[in-house]
Structure formats: C-alpha cells, structure tokens
C-alpha cells in the first residue's frame, strides 16, 4: 500500500504539471485507485462530491463564501453525505462493524472543492485518466 501511495503522488504531480489539470486533489486518484475494485464506493463518492457542488452553489447564493470558508463547507457536507449514505444503505448496522459507503471521510469534499474549481468534466477527466495510470504502472510493476 506504501508503495501505491508513492506512485500515485508522482503520477498526480507528473500529470498536473505536465497537463494544469488537477484531478481532484493530490491524495484522491490514491484513494480512488485502492478502490477500484469496489464500484459501489466510487459511485457514491463521485455522487456525494457532485451533491456537495451543488449544495455549496445554493448555499453561495445566499451567504459569502470563499477561501477556507468554502472549503471547510465541502468538507462537512461531504462528512454528513458520508453517514446519510452509510445509514441509507447499512442501517444500524454501520454503527458496528464501521461499514462505509463512500471512499474516506475527506475524499468527497475535496473532489467536490476541485470540480468546482476547475469545472466537474476537467476533474472527472483527469481523475480517470490518473487512476488508469496509476494502475498501469502498478501492473506492469507487479
């Protein structure tokens, strides 16, 4: 696992510098690529992070937000997506096995933080095109 997180910072950094597109953040394609082969937590981080854009859109059109104020917002509202969705999905029954829906507790917010940024296709783009990578190089690796 060491070893995927240390391939997949160089990959990110390789690729944002050479293309400007950041996909999603320096520490998601990681995450992203450690649960590949769990799609439902995929699907439901891409959703929780598309909802907190847009939750953090209708929340700018009534209060000022910016900076880490705006972050800080993505990152609870992915936290609070996070246990909706795990309760939705497990019940009760999350609360004691620490079963999960989506990948992480930051991951949602930070995706949603840089689709906005960049625009939700861009991010969507590269983050696919990082993991691949990413995975690529692991396998020929391996």
């Known amino acids: 696992m060491n070893e995927l997180a240390i391939l ?9 510098e050479a293309t400007q597109l950041v996909p999603g ?42 900076g880490r104020r705006k972050f800080a917002l993505y990152i609870i509202i992915g936290l609070v997506e996070k246990a909706l969705f795990t309760y939705l999905y497990f019940g009760d ?13 930051l991951v949602p917010g930070i995706l949603g933080n840089q689709m906005e940024k960049q625009g939700c296709v861009k991010t969507l783009c590269a983050l696919g095109v990082v993991v691949f990578l990413i995975k690529l190089i692991q396998l020929i690796l391996t």
């Open 93 to 105: 029954s999350y609360l004691f096995y620490n079963l999960s829906m989506t990948i992480g507790y």
């Open 25 to 66: 953040g320096i520490v998601v394609p990681f995450y992203f690529a450690l649960y590949l082969e769990e799609p439902v937590k995929i699907a439901a981080t891409l959703v929780s992070a598309l909802i907190a854009v847009g939750v953090v859109r209708l929340l700018g059109n009534v209060t000022i937000l910016y």
């Open 8 to 16: 997949s910072l160089v990959v990110t950094l390789i690729f944002t």
